[in-house]
């Protein structure tokens, strides 16, 4: 049963099995989510769910990657709905907001400039988690950039 669950989490029911480009489907995932309830919370609580999110993530991230014998499956996508998710948090949802959320996540996530390449060097799935969510914080502050001097 742990393995079902880990497994569904891990990767966000299913979507990580996905043949091409499955953190990029992951991310789009997080972002339809946020679309549809980001202005329904208050940013607090969108905060709950992130810690939610991370904390699960690291659980399910970590058994998925011990069943399946590898450090990070391509197909966990927790960690790309979490990164995605941080980086929305608090900002209106508008299609900018979603459009250059997506592409400033997706850009950190796979640059993996530093210090977010230095996330994958933690074990297990905090190792899995981490290197996202700090693509999230960079992705949030370039879209803050962006809402401050060109949308604001």
Known sequence: MREKISRLLATGGGIGG???????????????????????????????LLVFLFLTGIWASENYALQ?????????????????????????VTFSNLLLGFLFFRLF????PLPIRLGE??????????DDILAGIAA?????????FLLG
């Open 18 to 48: 996905l043949p091409k480009a499955p953190g990029s489907w992951g991310a789009l995932v997080a972002v339809a989510f946020f679309a549809l309830t980001g202005s329904l919370f208050p940013a607090v609580i969108q905060s709950v």
């Open 68 to 92: 399946k014998g590898e450090k990070d499956p391509p197909e966990v996508v927790i960690d790309e709905i979490t990164g995605q998710w941080l980086t929305l948090i608090g900002f209106e």
């Open 109 to 112: 996530d796979i640059w993996k």
């Open 140 to 148: 949030h502050f370039a879209l803050s950039l962006v809402n401050r």
């Open 121 to 130: 060097k933690l074990s297990g799935g905090l190792g899995i988690m981490v």
